[in-house]
Protein backbone atom coordinates (compact mmCIF):
# COMPACT_ATOMS: atom_id res chain seq x y z
CA UNK A 1 0.00 0.00 0.00
CA UNK A 2 1.24 3.79 -0.72
CA UNK A 3 0.97 6.55 1.17
CA UNK A 4 1.48 9.98 -0.02
CA UNK A 5 4.00 11.52 2.34
CA UNK A 6 4.72 15.06 0.14
CA UNK A 7 2.34 17.43 -2.73
CA UNK A 8 3.44 20.31 -4.35
CA UNK A 9 2.67 22.37 -7.41
CA UNK A 10 4.99 23.53 -10.34
CA UNK A 11 3.98 26.46 -12.53
CA UNK A 12 5.99 27.09 -15.62
CA UNK A 13 5.28 28.85 -18.72
CA UNK A 14 7.23 28.96 -22.03
CA UNK A 15 5.84 33.00 -22.96
CA UNK A 16 9.08 34.66 -23.55
CA UNK A 17 9.80 37.66 -21.19
CA UNK A 18 11.57 40.68 -22.70
CA UNK A 19 14.71 39.74 -24.57
CA UNK A 20 14.19 36.21 -27.03
CA UNK A 21 14.82 33.71 -24.93
CA UNK A 22 16.88 30.58 -25.20
CA UNK A 23 15.88 27.61 -27.96
CA UNK A 24 15.31 25.34 -24.89
CA UNK A 25 11.65 27.09 -23.82
CA UNK A 26 9.52 27.19 -26.72
CA UNK A 27 6.19 26.20 -27.11
CA UNK A 28 6.94 22.91 -29.04
CA UNK A 29 10.31 21.79 -26.33
CA UNK A 30 10.73 23.63 -23.36
CA UNK A 31 12.46 21.93 -20.36
CA UNK A 32 12.52 22.29 -16.77
CA UNK A 33 15.91 22.94 -14.94
CA UNK A 34 15.37 21.83 -11.27
CA UNK A 35 19.05 22.30 -10.41
CA UNK A 36 18.49 24.44 -7.48
CA UNK A 37 15.08 22.59 -6.73
CA UNK A 38 15.66 18.95 -7.62
CA UNK A 39 12.72 16.49 -6.83
CA UNK A 40 13.64 13.77 -4.95
CA UNK A 41 13.02 10.69 -2.49
CA UNK A 42 13.85 8.05 -0.24
CA UNK A 43 14.67 4.54 -1.21
CA UNK A 44 11.74 2.91 -0.96
CA UNK A 45 9.46 5.81 -2.14
CA UNK A 46 8.24 6.47 -5.28
CA UNK A 47 7.74 9.86 -7.39
CA UNK A 48 4.61 10.46 -9.43
CA UNK A 49 4.38 13.44 -11.84
CA UNK A 50 0.96 14.67 -13.53
CA UNK A 51 0.03 17.11 -15.27
CA UNK A 52 -3.30 19.05 -13.92
CA UNK A 53 -3.94 21.87 -16.29
CA UNK A 54 -2.19 23.56 -19.69
CA UNK A 55 -3.76 26.20 -21.97
CA UNK A 56 -2.56 27.75 -25.48
CA UNK A 57 -4.29 29.64 -27.85
CA UNK A 58 -4.53 27.88 -31.21
CA UNK A 59 -1.87 30.00 -33.09
CA UNK A 60 -1.63 27.06 -35.45
CA UNK A 61 -3.35 25.91 -38.45
CA UNK A 62 -5.79 23.34 -39.30
CA UNK A 63 -5.07 22.67 -42.64
CA UNK A 64 -0.86 22.66 -42.98
CA UNK A 65 2.31 21.21 -43.98
CA UNK A 66 1.55 17.68 -42.65
CA UNK A 67 -2.23 17.01 -44.60
CA UNK A 68 -1.99 19.50 -47.13
CA UNK A 69 0.12 17.72 -50.05
CA UNK A 70 -1.61 15.66 -53.05
CA UNK A 71 0.63 14.17 -55.93
CA UNK A 72 -0.89 14.57 -59.12
CA UNK A 73 0.49 11.85 -62.84
CA UNK A 74 -1.20 11.47 -66.25
CA UNK A 75 -0.37 10.21 -69.74
CA UNK A 76 -0.91 13.16 -72.19
CA UNK A 77 0.19 16.52 -73.22
CA UNK A 78 1.97 18.71 -71.05
CA UNK A 79 4.45 18.20 -68.09
CA UNK A 80 2.61 15.10 -66.04
CA UNK A 81 3.53 14.79 -62.73
CA UNK A 82 3.78 17.29 -59.54
CA UNK A 83 2.41 18.12 -56.23
CA UNK A 84 -0.55 20.60 -55.25
CA UNK A 85 -0.26 21.68 -51.91
CA UNK A 86 -3.40 23.66 -50.16
CA UNK A 87 -3.02 26.93 -49.22
CA UNK A 88 -2.25 26.06 -45.15
CA UNK A 89 -5.14 28.40 -42.97
CA UNK A 90 -8.58 27.36 -40.86
CA UNK A 91 -11.04 26.68 -43.37
CA UNK A 92 -14.88 27.97 -41.74
CA UNK A 93 -16.31 24.21 -43.96
CA UNK A 94 -15.34 21.33 -45.90
CA UNK A 95 -17.12 23.06 -48.79
CA UNK A 96 -14.56 25.85 -48.75
CA UNK A 97 -11.32 22.95 -49.10
CA UNK A 98 -13.15 21.70 -51.26
CA UNK A 99 -13.16 24.55 -53.55
CA UNK A 100 -9.78 24.92 -52.60
CA UNK A 101 -8.91 21.52 -54.15
CA UNK A 102 -10.39 21.82 -57.22
CA UNK A 103 -9.01 25.39 -58.03
CA UNK A 104 -5.45 23.86 -57.00
CA UNK A 105 -6.36 21.10 -59.43
CA UNK A 106 -7.05 23.66 -62.36
CA UNK A 107 -4.34 26.12 -61.99
CA UNK A 108 -1.99 22.80 -62.09
CA UNK A 109 -3.59 21.65 -65.39
CA UNK A 110 -3.35 25.10 -66.75
CA UNK A 111 0.33 25.56 -65.94
CA UNK A 112 1.06 22.35 -67.10
CA UNK A 113 2.17 23.36 -70.37
CA UNK A 114 3.75 20.97 -73.15
CA UNK A 115 4.17 22.08 -76.65
CA UNK A 116 2.74 25.34 -76.02
CA UNK A 117 -0.65 23.21 -74.75
CA UNK A 118 -2.68 25.23 -71.54
CA UNK A 119 -5.42 22.71 -70.18
CA UNK A 120 -8.22 25.53 -68.68
CA UNK A 121 -10.74 23.47 -67.44
CA UNK A 122 -14.06 24.48 -66.08
CA UNK A 123 -15.55 23.22 -63.30
CA UNK A 124 -19.20 22.17 -62.44
CA UNK A 125 -21.13 19.76 -59.70
CA UNK A 126 -18.78 21.04 -57.36
CA UNK A 127 -19.67 18.55 -53.77
CA UNK A 128 -20.30 18.57 -51.48
CA UNK A 129 -22.33 21.60 -51.34
CA UNK A 130 -24.16 20.72 -54.47
CA UNK A 131 -24.42 17.51 -56.35
CA UNK A 132 -24.98 15.66 -59.82
CA UNK A 133 -27.45 16.44 -62.41
CA UNK A 134 -30.34 14.99 -60.70
CA UNK A 135 -28.85 13.81 -57.16
CA UNK A 136 -29.96 15.25 -53.94
CA UNK A 137 -27.73 18.90 -53.28
CA UNK A 138 -28.84 18.69 -49.39
CA UNK A 139 -27.88 14.65 -48.87
CA UNK A 140 -24.74 15.27 -50.79
CA UNK A 141 -23.65 17.79 -48.41
CA UNK A 142 -24.42 15.97 -45.63
CA UNK A 143 -22.38 12.95 -46.95
CA UNK A 144 -19.93 15.32 -46.80
CA UNK A 145 -17.91 13.81 -49.89
CA UNK A 146 -15.80 15.27 -52.40
CA UNK A 147 -16.64 15.87 -56.21
CA UNK A 148 -16.08 17.49 -59.05
CA UNK A 149 -16.74 17.33 -62.90
CA UNK A 150 -13.93 18.85 -65.06
CA UNK A 151 -14.85 20.05 -68.17
CA UNK A 152 -12.35 20.85 -71.73
CA UNK A 153 -12.90 19.64 -75.05
CA UNK A 154 -10.49 16.82 -76.35
CA UNK A 155 -8.32 16.95 -73.27
CA UNK A 156 -6.47 14.08 -74.19
CA UNK A 157 -5.68 13.61 -70.55
CA UNK A 158 -5.48 9.56 -69.72
CA UNK A 159 -4.46 7.97 -66.68
CA UNK A 160 -5.17 10.85 -64.10
CA UNK A 161 -3.92 9.67 -60.96
CA UNK A 162 -3.95 11.54 -57.42
CA UNK A 163 -2.94 10.35 -54.41
CA UNK A 164 -2.69 11.39 -50.86
CA UNK A 165 0.28 9.64 -49.78
CA UNK A 166 1.63 8.59 -46.04
CA UNK A 167 4.59 6.85 -46.35
CA UNK A 168 8.21 8.16 -46.96
CA UNK A 169 10.60 8.19 -49.92
CA UNK A 170 14.03 9.32 -47.43
CA UNK A 171 13.81 13.01 -49.26
CA UNK A 172 14.07 15.66 -46.60
CA UNK A 173 11.32 18.50 -46.84
CA UNK A 174 10.61 22.00 -45.72
CA UNK A 175 8.89 21.77 -42.11
CA UNK A 176 7.48 25.55 -42.85
CA UNK A 177 6.81 26.26 -46.81
CA UNK A 178 6.71 22.21 -47.64
CA UNK A 179 5.10 19.46 -47.31
CA UNK A 180 5.88 16.23 -45.74
CA UNK A 181 4.47 12.82 -48.21
CA UNK A 182 3.92 11.10 -44.49
CA UNK A 183 0.96 12.70 -44.34
CA UNK A 184 -3.10 13.07 -43.63
CA UNK A 185 -4.30 14.85 -46.85
CA UNK A 186 -6.21 11.56 -47.22
CA UNK A 187 -7.79 12.32 -43.63
CA UNK A 188 -8.77 16.13 -45.05
CA UNK A 189 -9.93 15.14 -48.67
CA UNK A 190 -11.96 11.87 -47.75
CA UNK A 191 -9.48 10.13 -49.55
CA UNK A 192 -8.47 6.30 -49.64
CA UNK A 193 -4.54 6.72 -48.17
CA UNK A 194 -1.47 5.49 -50.32
CA UNK A 195 0.77 3.59 -47.50
CA UNK A 196 3.14 2.24 -50.00
CA UNK A 197 4.92 3.58 -53.21
CA UNK A 198 2.65 2.71 -56.21
CA UNK A 199 2.14 4.67 -59.08
CA UNK A 200 -1.00 3.77 -60.49
CA UNK A 201 -2.88 3.91 -56.61
CA UNK A 202 -5.75 5.88 -56.87
CA UNK A 203 -7.07 7.90 -54.07
CA UNK A 204 -10.03 9.10 -55.75
CA UNK A 205 -12.67 7.57 -58.13
CA UNK A 206 -12.01 8.99 -61.30
CA UNK A 207 -13.89 8.69 -64.63
CA UNK A 208 -12.65 10.10 -68.01
CA UNK A 209 -14.37 10.75 -71.04
CA UNK A 210 -13.41 12.71 -74.32
CA UNK A 211 -14.30 16.12 -73.13
CA UNK A 212 -14.84 15.44 -69.10
CA UNK A 213 -12.80 14.00 -65.97
CA UNK A 214 -15.51 13.07 -62.74
CA UNK A 215 -13.36 12.96 -59.50
CA UNK A 216 -14.83 11.75 -56.18
CA UNK A 217 -13.86 10.96 -52.85
CA UNK A 218 -14.60 7.97 -51.16
CA UNK A 219 -14.95 8.96 -46.99
CA UNK A 220 -16.62 12.10 -45.36
CA UNK A 221 -13.86 15.16 -45.58
CA UNK A 222 -12.93 17.26 -42.98
CA UNK A 223 -11.58 20.67 -41.25
CA UNK A 224 -8.83 19.16 -39.49
CA UNK A 225 -6.80 15.65 -39.24
CA UNK A 226 -5.02 16.19 -35.33
CA UNK A 227 -7.52 15.82 -32.25
CA UNK A 228 -5.09 15.66 -30.10
CA UNK A 229 -0.94 16.84 -28.98
CA UNK A 230 0.83 14.82 -27.12
CA UNK A 231 3.54 15.74 -24.65
CA UNK A 232 6.49 13.36 -23.84
CA UNK A 233 8.66 13.91 -20.94
CA UNK A 234 12.00 12.41 -20.64
CA UNK A 235 11.73 10.53 -17.68
CA UNK A 236 11.81 6.76 -17.94
CA UNK A 237 8.12 6.03 -16.98
CA UNK A 238 6.23 2.77 -16.97
CA UNK A 239 3.47 4.15 -19.86
CA UNK A 240 2.99 2.07 -22.35
CA UNK A 241 1.38 3.30 -25.90
CA UNK A 242 0.62 2.12 -29.67
CA UNK A 243 3.48 2.34 -32.02
CA UNK A 244 1.71 4.70 -34.29
CA UNK A 245 1.49 7.67 -31.80
CA UNK A 246 4.75 8.34 -31.92
CA UNK A 247 6.61 7.54 -35.47
CA UNK A 248 5.63 8.67 -38.98
CA UNK A 249 7.74 5.83 -40.30
CA UNK A 250 5.51 2.28 -40.93
CA UNK A 251 4.92 0.27 -38.27
CA UNK A 252 5.14 -3.21 -38.67
CA UNK A 253 2.87 -4.94 -35.75
CA UNK A 254 0.61 -4.07 -33.47
CA UNK A 255 2.87 -5.02 -30.56
CA UNK A 256 2.81 -1.72 -27.56
CA UNK A 257 5.55 -0.17 -26.79
CA UNK A 258 7.04 1.55 -23.24
CA UNK A 259 6.21 5.57 -23.83
CA UNK A 260 6.96 8.93 -22.91
CA UNK A 261 3.86 10.29 -22.82
CA UNK A 262 2.73 12.25 -20.00
CA UNK A 263 -0.58 13.77 -21.41
CA UNK A 264 -2.77 14.12 -24.08
CA UNK A 265 -4.36 18.26 -24.55
CA UNK A 266 -7.74 18.33 -26.74
CA UNK A 267 -7.06 20.29 -29.84
CA UNK A 268 -9.66 23.80 -30.18
CA UNK A 269 -11.00 26.39 -32.00
CA UNK A 270 -9.46 29.34 -30.08
CA UNK A 271 -7.84 27.64 -27.09
CA UNK A 272 -6.21 24.17 -26.59
CA UNK A 273 -6.69 23.08 -22.52
CA UNK A 274 -7.07 21.17 -19.72
CA UNK A 275 -8.18 20.99 -16.32
CA UNK A 276 -8.00 18.44 -13.79
CA UNK A 277 -8.76 18.48 -9.98
CA UNK A 278 -6.92 14.78 -9.97
CA UNK A 279 -5.34 14.19 -13.50
CA UNK A 280 -5.36 11.21 -15.08
CA UNK A 281 -2.48 12.31 -17.12
CA UNK A 282 1.01 10.92 -14.73
CA UNK A 283 3.82 8.91 -14.83
CA UNK A 284 5.52 7.24 -11.98
CA UNK A 285 9.19 7.53 -11.37
CA UNK A 286 11.84 5.40 -9.29
CA UNK A 287 14.48 8.38 -9.68
CA UNK A 288 15.56 9.61 -6.48
CA UNK A 289 17.02 12.66 -7.87
CA UNK A 290 15.50 14.73 -10.65
CA UNK A 291 17.45 17.68 -11.21
CA UNK A 292 16.19 18.67 -15.26
CA UNK A 293 13.16 17.34 -16.93
CA UNK A 294 12.49 17.69 -21.29
CA UNK A 295 9.08 18.10 -22.38
CA UNK A 296 7.90 18.09 -25.75
CA UNK A 297 5.12 18.60 -28.11
CA UNK A 298 3.91 16.61 -31.18
CA UNK A 299 0.93 15.20 -32.71
CA UNK A 300 -0.50 11.69 -33.80
CA UNK A 301 2.63 10.81 -35.32
CA UNK A 302 5.33 11.83 -33.14
CA UNK A 303 5.79 14.93 -35.79
CA UNK A 304 6.45 18.36 -34.16
CA UNK A 305 3.28 20.49 -34.29
CA UNK A 306 3.28 22.29 -37.38
CA UNK A 307 4.36 26.31 -37.43
CA UNK A 308 3.13 28.73 -39.63
CA UNK A 309 6.36 31.08 -39.01
CA UNK A 310 9.50 29.46 -37.78
CA UNK A 311 9.84 32.56 -35.37
CA UNK A 312 6.34 32.83 -33.83
CA UNK A 313 7.27 30.76 -30.93
CA UNK A 314 10.32 32.95 -29.72
CA UNK A 315 9.45 36.23 -31.54
CA UNK A 316 5.26 35.58 -31.60
CA UNK A 317 2.40 34.18 -29.69
CA UNK A 318 2.53 30.54 -29.70
CA UNK A 319 3.44 29.75 -26.34
CA UNK A 320 1.94 27.57 -23.44
CA UNK A 321 1.16 28.03 -19.63
CA UNK A 322 0.59 24.83 -17.53
CA UNK A 323 0.59 23.06 -13.92
CA UNK A 324 2.29 20.09 -12.85
CA UNK A 325 1.93 18.21 -9.46
CA UNK A 326 4.48 16.38 -7.53
CA UNK A 327 4.21 13.57 -5.42
CA UNK A 328 6.02 11.32 -3.55
CA UNK A 329 4.20 8.13 -2.25
CA UNK A 330 5.90 5.79 0.58
CA UNK A 331 5.64 2.02 -1.25
CA UNK A 332 8.08 0.54 1.17
CA UNK A 333 10.99 -1.42 1.10
CA UNK A 334 12.74 -4.86 3.14
CA UNK A 335 15.56 -5.72 4.95
CA UNK A 336 18.00 -5.68 2.09
CA UNK A 337 17.13 -2.32 0.68
CA UNK A 338 20.23 0.37 0.59
CA UNK A 339 19.61 3.86 1.54
CA UNK A 340 23.02 5.62 1.23
CA UNK A 341 24.18 8.65 0.38
CA UNK A 342 23.93 9.46 -3.24
CA UNK A 343 25.36 12.27 -5.62
CA UNK A 344 23.22 14.81 -6.79
CA UNK A 345 25.83 17.12 -8.77
CA UNK A 346 24.56 20.35 -6.83
CA UNK A 347 27.76 21.76 -4.91
CA UNK A 348 25.42 23.19 -2.26
CA UNK A 349 22.98 20.19 -1.60
CA UNK A 350 25.32 17.31 -1.83
CA UNK A 351 24.96 15.44 1.00
CA UNK A 352 27.99 13.03 0.02
CA UNK A 353 30.17 16.70 0.69
CA UNK A 354 28.24 17.34 3.79
CA UNK A 355 28.89 14.48 5.37
CA UNK A 356 32.87 14.60 4.20
CA UNK A 357 32.73 18.27 5.44
CA UNK A 358 33.97 19.85 2.51
CA UNK A 359 30.80 22.43 1.06
CA UNK A 360 31.93 25.71 1.05
Not at 46 to 54: D, N, P
Not at 91 to 98: E, K, L, P, Q, R
Not at 319 to 348: C, D, R, W
Amino acid sequence: MSVLTHSRDIFLSTNQSGRVGAGESQFSKFRMCLNTLPLTCEAGEMTKLSLTQFSCFRNFYYINQLNNRIDVSWDGPGNNTGTILLDPGDYTTVNDIAAEFTNKLKAFFANAGGAGTNIDFEESNQRPDGGAPGADPPRIAKLRKYGVTLTYNGHGITNLVLQTRQYKDGTPHDVINGSTQFGDSYCILGSKRIGAPNPTANSFYIAIAANTIDIAGYYPMQTTSMQYMYMRCSEVADNIQSQNLTTDEDVPDSHMTSSHILAKIPVDDQVCSLQYESSPYFLNSNNRHISELRFRLIDHHGRAIPLMDPTIELEGNLFSNMTFKVETFAIGGNEHTLNAPFQNYHYEGNPIKQIHGIVG
